[in-house]
Structures are given as C-alpha cells and as structure tokens.
C-alpha cells in the first residue's frame, strides 16, 4: 500500500523540515530538497510507523471483542423469573 500525504500535509511537512534544518542544522535546506527527503522518509519508514499501528489497532480491537461477550451478554430464560419474583410466599 503506498502512503501518500494530502498536498496540504505534505506542503506542511516539507515547511517543518525546512525550519528543522535551519534551527538544528548547520546549512539550510531547500524547498526541493526537504521534499526529497521527505519522500525518502515516507517511502523507506513510512510502511514500518503503518504497520505498526495496524499492529496497535488489531491488537485494541482484539481486545474489544474478546470483550463483547461482558458488554452484551443476555440472561438466558428469564421468562418465569419475572412472575417467580412477583409471587409473594403464601403467609
């Protein structure tokens, strides 16, 4: 599956590397190049940050259904409870 940015999160992805590279590097890097790198980033670790939080879905929905069973779990036969609990012993 290839992981491809809106244009507006892409635009401010590459701003963000440009800011980086000018506060943290000791050369600026260039609208072009940011975007270059950028997608080295999302094509070589993109996938790995994806399936990792496939991984973290699957597991949380496991989780949720291994669950259901609790959260709509029924009574069964329940029918004569209603007229067992209304029936007052004879005095």
Do not use: D, K
């Given at each position: 599956m290839t992981i491809e940015l809106s244009k507006e999160a892409r635009a401010e992805a590459v701003r963000s590397i440009e800011r980086?590279?000018?506060?943290?590097?000791?050369e600026r890097i260039g609208n072009i190049a940011?975007?270059?790198?950028?997608?080295?980033f999302v094509e070589e670790i993109?996938?790995?940050i994806y399936n990792l939080a496939?991984?973290?879905?699957?597991?949380?929905l496991q989780a949720r259904v291994a669950e259901l069973d609790i959260e709509v779990h029924e009574d069964e036969f329940r029918y004569w409870r209603k007229f067992d609990s209304q029936r007052r012993p004879p005095k």
């Open positions: 980086y590279f000018q506060e943290n590097m000791e940011a975007g270059a790198l950028l997608n080295f993109g996938p790995t496939v991984a973290q879905v699957q597991e949380r």
